[in-house]
Structure formats: C-alpha cells, structure tokens
C-alpha cells in the first residue's frame, strides 16, 4: 500500500467519522464556521464553568443567585447547544447544501434554542403552574419536540426517531386500544399533558438522561477529546505496537490492545474504530489479514471498549442512577467480563494468524517473551484494581504530610509531571509512522512507553478520584473526578510541547502555539463528539417519560411473556435480539437509556414469574451488552462501515465477521444471568481469583471451538467437545441440579417450619401467586427474602409482610408504601378482590456438594483433547 493509498484511506475514514460524528458541513462562508466553531468553544466551556465551584463561590461573593442558577438550569442550555449545532452542523437531507447554512436551519435553529431557553427565562412562572399548562407551555413544547426530532434524524438517522415517534403515539392513542388498556390501566393523555410531561417537567426529554449528559458524559468526552488531541491517543496505539506488534498477528493483537485502551475512556464506538483503525487496519492488511478480518478485529475491539470500565461509554454513570449503586460497584462489577472478553478477543486473533500462518512485524532490540507480554497485558487490566490499593496506601504515607491539603496534592502531581516530561524530552517524539514502501516495524517498548508516560498522569488522577476512599478522604463524584482530569488534560495540552522543547534547549515559542492549538482543537471535538449525545440523550427521555406516564413497558413485557411461553432461555433470547435491534444506529449512552428502559424490566418481571431472581445489575449489564453488540450488527452496524472505510472492504461482510468474533461476547451475558460470581457478586477474593482462572478457561474454550482451531485443526467432535468443556466450567451448577435439588421446598402450613430453618441472612425464595391488579388474572412472581434462624415471621416482618393462615392458605397482606418489596407486589397484585394474594411455596438452598467439583472432569476431557491433538499440530503454539 502506497502513503496515497494510506491518505485516501484515512481521508475516507474521517468523512465516515464526521458524517456519523461531529457533521459534515463545511461552509464556505468564514463567518458561518467561526459561527460553529465559538459554538463549540463555548459550549465547552460551559460546561467546564457549570461543573466547577466558580458558580457557587461568584453567587457568594456578588449575591447574585443567577450564577448558581445556571447550573440548575443547565440541562436546559446543554440541550439548546445541542440542538443549536446539530442543526448548524448536520445538513437535514443528502441534497441539503454542505457548503452554506440555508434559511430553513436558521429559522430551526431559532426555535429550538428558543424553546429550551423558554424553560430558563420563565422558570419562576412556569413553577407557579405545574401541570397547569397554557397555550404558550404548549405550543413551546410542540416547537421544541419537533426540533429535537429532527436534530436527532439529522446526527443519527431514523432509527431513534422511529422509536421515539412510537411512543409518542401510544402516549396520544394508546388509551383507544382495549388490550392495551387492560395491561397498562392507562386512558390516554391530552394534548397538553403529554407535551407537558415531556417538555415542560424533569420526566420527559429533561430527565435523568439529559442530566447525566449534562454532568457527567460531557466531561469524560471533552476529557477523551483533550487526550487525543494532544497526543495521547496516539502514544496508546505506539505502546501497543510495541508491546505485541512483533508477535504472530501482532498488529492485530496491538489493535485490541489499543482500543481497549481508547475505547475504555471513549464515548463512541466508530470514533474509536477510526482513531486506532486507521494506523492498526493497513498494518494487519500488510502481514496477510483479509480486509474484512482486519476491519472486523478493529471493530470487535472498539465495541468492546465500551463495555470495559472505568468509563464504559459512559454508560457507568447512568447505570449509577438507574440501578442505584455505588460507582465503584458498578465498575467491579463489569471488569471481570470485560477482561476476560478482551482475552478471548486476543485468542482469537492469535488462532486466525495461525490459521494463516502469519508472522508479526520486525523489531528492533530484544524481544519479549509471550509469558512477560501476558504479565504485562494482565497487569493493564488490573490497573483499576492494583491501583486503588496502591493509591490508598500512598494517601496513607502522605497523610501526615498533605492533610487533606488540595495545594500538596496540586505540588506533587505537578513535580511528577515536570519529572515525566523532562525524561521524556530525552526521546524522540511519538509519529505514526507514514513510510509504508519500507517494512513496517514495531517501536521499542521502553522509549515508547516513557516517552508519553505523563499521558497517565490525568487518568490517574481520574481513577484516584473515583475510587479512592480513606478514612478522612471520601471518593469524588464522577462529575467532579472528571472537572479535575480534565483540567489537568488540558495543563497537559497547553504544556507538554513547549516543556519538552525547554528540555531540549530548543526555541519554545512555536510549540506553545502548537499547545494552544491542541487545547482549542480538543474543546471543539468534545463539542462536536457531544453533538449526537446530547440530542440522542433528550430523545432517549421521551421513551423514558412514555414509560411513566403510560406504563408502555408493560405491553412489550406481555408480548414477550406469551411468545416466550415462560421458558426463561427463550426469553432471554428475545430480550438479547429485541435489545440488538433497539441498539442499531444509537451511540452508546443513548443505546444504553433505550434497551434498559425497555428491556430490564421485562426480564425482572417475566423472569420472577418464572422463578428467576436475578440482581438488577445483572439485568441492567445484560441488555447493556447486546445493546453494545449492535454496532458492528448488520445491516446498521455503523463501526463496521467505519471500519470498512479504511480497509476497502465490503462493510457487511466485515460486521458479519466482526459479529463472528463478538460471539464470545455475546454469550457473557446469558452466563452471568446464571452465574452472578462472573459478576463478582457476593465473591470474596480468593474465590475471585478463581472465578477469574476458570472463566478465562472456558471462555478461551469456546473462542477455540467456534474459530475451529484449538492446538490444531479441530475436527467436529472435538469442536463439540470444546463446547461441552466450556460449558461445564461456566455452569457447573447445572450438572450438580440434576443430581441433587437445589432448593428445599415447602407449601401450606409447612412453610413456617422451613422458614424457621433458614439461617440468619439465608435467602428464602418465596413464590406469590394472586390477581394481578391490572388484568384480574392469577399469575406468579418469586421474592427473595433474608431469613432470621429461628424466626421465619421475623425475617418477613423485617420486610415489611406479613402473612395470615386461614382455609389452609397463607394469605399475605399488602405490604405498606416504602418496604422493599412494595414495587414489585404491592402495586402488581389486586389485595381487595375475591381472591387472595397467597404464599403459595417457600424455597431453602440445599445443602449439597460444592459444584466446583464438576470442574475436574472437565479439565480431565480438556487434557485427553491437548493429547488427540498435539500431534497434528505442524505449527508452534505462539
């Protein structure tokens, strides 16, 4: 491939990105793209302004309350930047011009901006009238959905705005249908009630979504923008190519390494496929990679970055508000599946290059062995975890000299940085390298690493914020732990150049505007990353508000009860295809609102009338995945096109491949539904360690039996076999159910007995069986309630129900508003009707062998597979 080739390539790549990204206009006018470009600038600095103290600290000091009342008010300004440049940004139609703004824009721009700024300028008297709505609300309400839909159709397409119009019409109409009705208990709305709820309250567009947007997403894009504008990202992918760019494959082993690492702080799937694709896909084609296996690697890779923490395409921070959980939770309980996907994803870009007998590239210096680069690539996964208790041992130490002083903290960071740049200034700078006549060789690791190794200075600070947590120092909150990295970002922006020139003894004036430059290119593309996110988040509320003031979930959870037929696999099948769907064309936040406000319920409602009792951050990870899955999905799968791009491939192809290469992804999340210890629920360390090794086992199993390639071309059997293994090490629950129950079980007035005999904290699963309060019929559910020993009726008053024998049936009181199980019986279940709500059986786990035991005769069957096929390998494992 010729560097004219590579250019074309990478030209045709950055018009994918803009197009699905940041817009694809480009006026000629100077005063209309200085016009988008202040936007952005300030745009990001708003954010900046309302996530600081400065608000605060200039209402205190000048008493004048609009300073903190714009951060109250700021969901409703993000969203007029939003829209204000989507509009400006995006042409409305193929036809529309690329090179001016038309009328049209302006006027939508007008009333968009007008519509969100109407709920700032008039909020007093707006407060004064909640729910009572004049002609004015609505017709500003109206204006303002119907410009936020079509924001949203020019940034991202159809996809969301057919959602969102569905659900807009059964908020209008879907009081006319009577089996609707009957499943929702909802009438329909008025007019100026459902614009109102929309548009005119927190419940709707301005909900939860658009206020995470707001706080926290928008940071952590502006935080990943900074970095790779000001050469972050690139030292990412050089420190992979470096670490594994000689090994066999080694380019495509670099790209999973390098986006995992850019995917992880990235808020787009296809940004991130471009970013690192662009170096990563010639490279793979250059050593033997088909182009639609190059591009399919890349896009496997990107996908998956959104699924690892800490950022998780900022979906972490809105499964905090949804799920109700600790951030730190949230991130341990995703890092074991992303490690153990990301693994895989390298297993199976090792079996490929085996199959195809590929080398890796030329280095210079020594080489490092396989075991040293799976320490090091273990190590980088880790980095989370090592790093909390290393950084709380380190605040220990300091303690007595920093205090809770911000200036000490501020003095050190800043000593270790100027150390960091000054070592750096001793090596080169980091180039991609464009000389593609010559062969491509893999850098040094050591100049590489050190070369940029201040570039982790902000993400640990990022990381130390929101983890670390000592006796005298709580834990930053997301908003605030991504202000201060990205201030330091932007530090890093404004200095790392003209630093490492003063090192060097060389003139610094350039570099300081090269600096600056860096900082103002890095505030307009986290604008322009934010432009789709914001519009998608405020559309993403409408399903949201339809949701509560009708109850749509309902419906979607009564088709798939009676498609499903109560088989739980069933169900989780059509939860994971319908999530698929939902998640085609969205970004990663939006994606995640959507299948989660839809999905997640049907899977706790449906699945408790099934007996299955699953932690709702289960749920909420696994409709997240396949939502995620979506991106390289065709026909849709926009990273595949992205991907596609630069490697001249047919882009259905590559998101078939790359779908080939998510399945191990895929089937992560039926296996933690099952098995939560994935999760790291209620797991101890040691048995995380082990969790971990076996996990790792079976999945690299089945990486091997799907690729067909294990320690030598595997028959179909033993394919088969691989299968049967993997299973067995993911589930060995499963096996030791069928030979010994797993429950204890007890009806009637044998339930108090059992439930006597529950130890203190023992889980007793009690089915409840009455009316439901909405269709009259009897139907199911399953409850888990803590035991007490010795005192069954204890444990439930504790709950907050109460049961009552009479006619040789427990009858269960309806619990009151505020105790646990009140959502999920006490508005479900009809307690007044002719007939009772009951406890119909009470469950107790048995106790019974361990079933890790079923992990021997697995790994027994794995070695008599290594035996069969070792002599029919004609080629080195590694």
């Given at each position: 491939m ?8 990478t ?11 940041t ?12 016009l ?6 300030a ?9 600081s ?8 000091a000048?008493g004048?309350s ?9 969901r409703?300004?993000?969203l ?13 139609f193929k ?5 001016r703004?038309?009328?049209?824009d302006?006027?939508?721009v007008?009333?968009g ?10 909020r ?22 119907i ?12 996809p969301?705005?057919i ?12 009081g ?25 309250q927190t419940?709707?567009?301005?909900g939860?979504?658009?206020?995470v ?5 928008f ?7 900074l ?12 420190v992979?190519?470096?670490?594994l760019?000689?090994?066999?494959g ?7 390494l ?9 808020g ?6 471009v970013?690192?694709?662009t ?9 033997g ?6 591009g399919?690697v890349?896009?496997?890779?990107s996908?998956?970055?959104q ?10 921070f ?9 951030y730190i ?6 890092f ?8 895989a994803?390298l ?5 490929e290059?085996?199959k195809?007998?590929l080398?890796?590239?030329?280095k210079?210096?020594r ?6 680069i ?5 190590s980088?996964?880790?980095f989370l ?5 290393l ?8 303690e007595p000299?920093?205090?809770n ?22 090596y080169?700078?980091?180039?991609m ?18 070369g940029?190794l201040?570039?982790a200075i ?8 929101l ?5 005298t120092l709580?834990?930053l909150?997301p ?5 201060w ?26 570099e300081?505007?090269?600096g ?31 949701i509560?003031?009708t109850?749509a ?26 999530s698929?769907?939902?998640g ?25 009338q099934a007996?299955?009792i699953?932690?709702l ?6 409709v ?9 999905t ?8 992205a ?44 048995k ?6 076996i ?6 199993l ?17 394919s088969a076999a ?8 993911f589930?060995p629950?499963f ?6 129950d ?14 006597d005999?529950a ?18 019929e009897?139907?199911?559910?399953t409850i888990?309630?803590p035991g007490?020993e010795?005192?069954?009726t204890a ?8 049961i ?24 479900e279940y009809?307690f007044y009707?002719?007939?009772p709500v ?12 361990p ?23 004609t080629?080195?494992?590694?």
């Amino acid at each position: 491939m010729t560097v004219s080739d590579q250019t074309e390539n990478t030209r045709s790549a950055d018009d994918m990105l803009a197009e699905a990204d940041t817009g694809a206009r480009n006026p000629s006018a100077a005063w209309q793209t200085k016009l988008i470009i202040g936007t952005c600038i300030a745009w990001s600095l708003f954010q900046l302004y309302i996530a600081s103290r400065i608000p605060g600290m200039l209402a205190q000091a000048t008493g004048m309350s609009i300073f903190a009342n714009i951060v109250a008010q700021a969901r409703f300004v993000h969203l007029a930047f939003a829209i204000m440049l989507a509009t400006l940004a995006f042409p409305l139609f193929k036809s529309s011009p690329r090179d001016r703004i038309p009328l049209y824009d302006w006027a939508l721009v007008i009333l968009g901006v007008s519509a969100c700024l109407y709920l700032v300028v008039f909020r007093f008297e707006i407060a004064d009238r909640p729910g009572l709505w004049n002609a004015t609300d609505v017709t500003m309400s109206a204006i303002g959905m119907i410009v936020l839909l079509v924001s949203v159709y020019r940034s991202l397409g159809l996809p969301l705005v057919i959602i969102a119009c569905c659900f807009i019409l059964f908020a209008f109409f879907g009081g006319y249908s009577e089996w609707a009705r009957n499943i929702t208990n909802y009438g329909g709305s008025s007019l100026s009630k459902a614009l109102g709820h929309y548009w005119m309250q927190t419940e709707g567009v301005f909900g939860v979504a658009l206020g995470v947007s707001t706080t926290m997403i928008f940071l952590f894009v502006l935080f990943g923008a900074l970095l790779d504008r000001a050469g972050g990202g690139n030292w990412f992918i050089k420190v992979a190519i470096a670490l594994l760019g000689a090994l066999r494959g080694g380019p495509a082993k670099a790209s999973v390494l390098s986006s995992m690492m850019t995917g992880m702080i990235s808020g787009s799937s296809i940004a991130n496929t471009v970013t690192t694709g662009t170096f990563t896909i010639p490279l793979m084609k250059r050593i033997g990679f088909p182009a639609e296996k190059a591009g399919a690697v890349e896009v496997a890779s990107s996908t998956n970055g959104q699924l690892t923490p800490p950022v998780m395409g900022a979906a972490a921070f809105l499964m905090v508000e949804y799920v109700n959980i600790p951030y730190i939770d949230v991130v341990k309980h995703a890092f074991l599946p992303a490690v153990i996907s990301y693994i895989a994803l390298l297993y199976i870009v090792h079996l490929e290059s085996l199959k195809m007998g590929l080398k890796g590239l030329e280095k210079p210096g020594r080489r490092i062995g396989v075991l040293m680069i799976l320490i090091l690539f273990l190590s980088g996964f880790i980095f989370l975890a090592l790093c909390t208790f290393l950084m709380i041992g380190l605040r220990g130490i300091l303690e007595p000299i920093m205090g809770n002083s911000v200036y000490a903290a501020v003095a050190l960071v800043a000593v270790l940085y100027v150390v960091l740049v000054a070592i750096a200034a001793r090596y080169p700078d980091l180039k991609m390298d464009k000389d593609e006549d010559g062969p491509p060789e893999a850098p040094r690791l050591t100049p590489t690493l050190i070369g940029g190794l201040y570039f982790a200075i902000p993400i640990f600070i990022l990381v130390w914020n929101l983890m670390v947590r000592t006796d005298t120092l709580d834990r930053l909150s997301p908003a605030l732990s991504a202000f201060w990295a990205t201030i330091f970002m932007i530090i890093i922006a404004l200095t790392h150049r003209p630093l490492k020139a003063m090192f060097r003894g060389e003139g610094f004036a350039g570099e300081t505007w090269h600096g600056w430059r860096d900082f103002i290119d890095g505030l307009i593309l986290g604008a322009r990353n934010m432009i789709g996110i914001g519009v998608a988040t405020g559309a993403a509320g409408i399903i949201v508000g339809t949701i509560s003031l009708t109850g749509a979930h309902q419906v979607i959870g009564q088709v798939i009860e009676v498609v499903s037929g109560g088989n739980l696999m069933i169900l989780l099948f059509l939860v994971a295809v319908l999530s698929l769907i939902l998640g085609m064309g969205l970004p990663t936040t939006a994606n995640y609102i959507v299948v989660s406000s839809l999905m997640a319920p049907v899977i706790v409602s449906v699945g408790a009338q099934a007996g299955l009792i699953v932690p709702l951050i289960a749920v909420h990870m696994f409709v997240f995945y396949f939502g995620i899955l979506a991106d390289d999905t065709p026909p849709v799968g926009l990273a595949a096109y992205a991907a596609a791009a630069i490697s001249r491939g047919d882009p259905i192809k590559t998101g078939i491949q790359g779908f080939g290469y998510d399945i191990r992804t895929a089937l992560l999340p039926f296996l933690f539904i099952f098995n939560t210890d994935l999760l790291l629920i209620d797991v101890g360390f040691g048995k995380a360690i082990m969790v971990f090794c076996i996990s790792l086992i079976a999945m690299l199993l089945f990486a091997a039996a799907t690729q067909g390639y294990f320690i030598a071309k595997s028959r179909k059997w033993e394919s088969a076999a691989l299968l049967f293994i993997a299973f067995m090490l993911f589930r060995p629950g499963f096996f030791l159910d069928q030979i010994s129950d797993p429950y204890q079980t007890a009806t009637g007035s044998g339930i108090y007995a059992l439930m006597d005999s529950a130890e203190t904290g023992q889980d007793m699963r009690l089915t409840i069986e009455g009316p439901d309060f909405d269709t009259g019929e009897n139907r199911p559910t399953t409850i888990s309630v803590p035991g007490i020993e010795g005192d069954g009726t204890a444990a439930l008053s504790e709950q907050g129900l109460s049961i009552l024998e009479e006619d040789d049936q427990l009858k269960l009181e309806e619990p009151f508003p505020g105790t646990p199980h009140f959502e999920a019986i006490g508005i479900e279940y009809d307690f007044y009707g002719d007939t009772p709500v009951v406890v119909s059986k009470v469950e107790i786990e048995n106790e019974r062998l361990p079933k890790e035991l079923f992990f021997i005769p697995a790994l027994i069957l794995l070695a008599g597979i290594v035996l069969i096929q070792r002599p029919r390998a004609t080629q080195p494992a590694f």
